[in-house]
């Protein structure tokens, strides 16, 4: 901000040269307007740098979190490319648990599927025995079937689960 406040003050000394001292009137009015505009500009500036502080911690700190394997990032030097930064890493982020959610999602179906059969196996199994059926044979092949199912379901859901006491 030094260099704007320096033209504009700059530009105060040479219409002050030019002028007279203006202090009052139409000439006092332009330096009043040039200091004005050297506030704004001023707030402005540090509304911009407050922006820049707040958006480089996220950025930094999303990366940190969800992005620590790419070694080669840098934040962006202005507020909107860091923000387009954040965007891009979140959207990232919003994708990687879409996709988790699909992956669990299709574990809880096979999970859903292999207790439905193994209900209706066993279901099939003891309306056997409560009529008295004698022939075990059938039983014993749909029981097999039933534990296959659900040995296939518990394989799946346990296959990426981290085992009791490691990470």
């Known amino acids: 901000m030094d260099t704007t406040r320096e033209s504009v003050e700059r530009l105060i000394a040479l219409y002050s040269r030019d002028h007279g001292n203006p202090t009052f009137g139409e000439k006092g009015d332009t330096v009043a307007a040039l ?4 506030t704004r500009a001023e707030a402005a500036e ?6 820049m502080t707040e958006a480089l911690s996220l950025a930094k700190t999303l990366h940190a979190n969800h992005y620590s394997d790419v070694h080669q990032w840098e934040p962006f030097d202005y507020p909107a490319e860091v923000i387009s930064q954040i965007d891009n890493m979140v959207a990232g982020i919003i994708e990687s648990a879409k996709a988790e959610r699909d992956a669990l999602q299709a574990k809880l179906a096979l999970a859903v599927g292999a207790l439905k059969i193994s209900r209706e196996t066993h279901c099939g199994i003891a309306e056997h025995i409560l009529q008295g059926g004698k022939n075990t044979k ?6 097999q079937t039933a534990r296959l199912s659900i040995d296939k379901a518990l394989a799946t859901l346990t296959a990426d689960t981290p085992k009791e006491g490691k990470p």
């Open 46 to 51: 540090a509304e911009r740098d407050a922006a």
């Open 138 to 143: 059938g039983i014993f092949s749909d029981s």
């Open 35 to 38: 200091r004005a505009l050297l």
